[in-house]
């Protein structure tokens, strides 16, 4: 059973960055693949970016891609992600999940574990 806690949400300008980070534990972290999901209210959760177990291997959405970064730090039992030129419709709670599956998970039942989320709002 792994937990999952997000955390370094909160208010940012348009144009302003954020990183969130997910802190793993009661699992081994280094054995799960990694996510970041995310869902704006009356919305369904969406795919943001994915990281491979050892971190070198990375996938984002459309939405994501050059602005949002995804890593991970094993030995901290860490995930984070970067996020740059935010824009009002970033505006989003932002969840952090863990997969014991093979390959690239870009769906919300590729996941097994899942942290609480963490609101991000951008003001225009």
């Known amino acids: 059973q792994v937990q999952l806690v997000e955390s370094g949400g909160g208010l940012v300008q348009t144009g302003g960055s954020l990183r969130l980070s997910c802190a793993a534990s009661g699992g081994t972290f280094s054995s799960h693949a990694m996510g970041w999901f995310r869902q704006a209210p009356g919305k369904e959760r969406e795919f943001v970016a994915f990281?491979?177990?050892?971190?070198?291997?990375?996938y984002y959405t459309g939405f994501a891609k050059g602005r949002f970064t995804i890593s991970r730090d094993n030995a901290k039992n860490t995930l984070y992600l970067q996020m740059n030129s935010l824009q009002p419709a970033d505006t989003a709670v932002y969840y952090c999940a863990a997969s014991r599956r093979l390959g690239v998970a870009v769906t919300t039942g590729n996941y097994d574990y899942w942290g609480q989320g963490t609101q991000v709002t951008v003001s225009s």
């Open positions: 990281i491979s177990r050892p971190g070198d291997s990375t």
